[in-house]
């Protein structure tokens, strides 16, 4: 008696890169606070002054913009594994004074092939906030004797609401004007946002939430499971170059890469 095995049914995932045109990959600075000996971790002061700076003490950047050639270099590999990518961009870079930079003019050229990637049908175009960091006061800036991560996250529930109207709306304006189509996946930097916050997003357009904290069922917004993403950082492809990423995708022979956008189609 012959046995029929039926194939097995592909996995849908979503790969996902954050921080694209994020300031933060320049502003955020901290160190190593532990320093592995053997089996112990001794205290370090990784956050003194330029160590947070510099190899191998700090943990984030700095790190250049992705470029032209290495998008094109990910749009071969996205093609080579017949996968999709969702983007997450930030609307804004911040200068150190400050001032805000939209996207498409201070990357100019990323943002034309970004615009190539999504004509053909590579990419989806998220939201990553405006500035991806908290401009008052500066907070975002580095610090002399400490980290500045917890003011790389923009849509902390202490900032004022209209704080976060303003960036979401200005968000997706800059987003559509760039590539013709207004965002509606949302992915937070850094996993954080308030309840206002999701409803100003759904106000501006924006129908589903990529990160590692649900929502819950009260959320206008419908949450992706963060089991089914797969996320890295530009950081990755900047660093370890686009091998990194074809190794990720060449660990999921079975599996489907879909745009977040797509998760509930």
């Not at 050229?109 to 960091?133: Q, S």
Request: include cysteine.
């Amino acid at each position: 008696m012959t046995n029929h095995t039926a194939p097995a049914q592909k996995k849908r995932l979503i790969l996902r890169m954050d921080d694209i045109g994020a300031s933060t990959k320049h502003h955020e600075r901290y160190g190593l606070t532990r320093l592995p000996i053997g089996p112990i971790r001794l205290p370090f002061p990784g956050n003194f002054l330029f160590l947070k700076s510099i190899k191998p003490f700090r943990k984030w950047g700095p790190y250049q913009e992705m470029t032209a050639a290495i998008w094109k270099d990910v749009f071969l590999a996205l093609d080579e594994f017949k996968a999709k990518l969702t983007v997450a961009i930030t609307g804004s870079w911040i200068e150190g004074d400050g001032t805000r930079v939209p996207f498409d003019k201070k990357f100019p050229e990323e943002a034309a092939i970004l615009a190539e990637g999504l004509k053909a049908g590579f990419l989806e175009i998220a939201n990553h906030g405006l500035t991806h960091c908290v401009t008052h006061d500066n907070l975002f800036r580095p610090r002399l004797f400490s980290s500045n991560r917890a003011f790389h996250r923009e849509f902390w529930d202490w900032v004022p609401v209209s704080d976060h109207k303003e960036h979401l709306s200005r968000s997706q304006d800059i987003l559509e004007k760039t590539f013709g189509i207004r965002p509606v996946t949302f992915v937070p930097p850094g996993n954080v946002y308030s309840q206002d916050t999701l409803q100003l997003a759904y106000d501006e357009g924006l129908r589903f939430i990529s990160c590692t904290r649900d929502p819950g069922t009260t959320s206008p917004l419908r949450y992706i499971p963060d089991e089914h993403v797969m996320s890295f950082h530009d950081r990755e492809i900047v660093l370890f170059g686009t091998s990194w990423l074809r190794s990720r995708l060449n660990g999921h022979p079975e599996d489907r890469f879909i745009l977040a956008r797509e998760y509930f189609s």
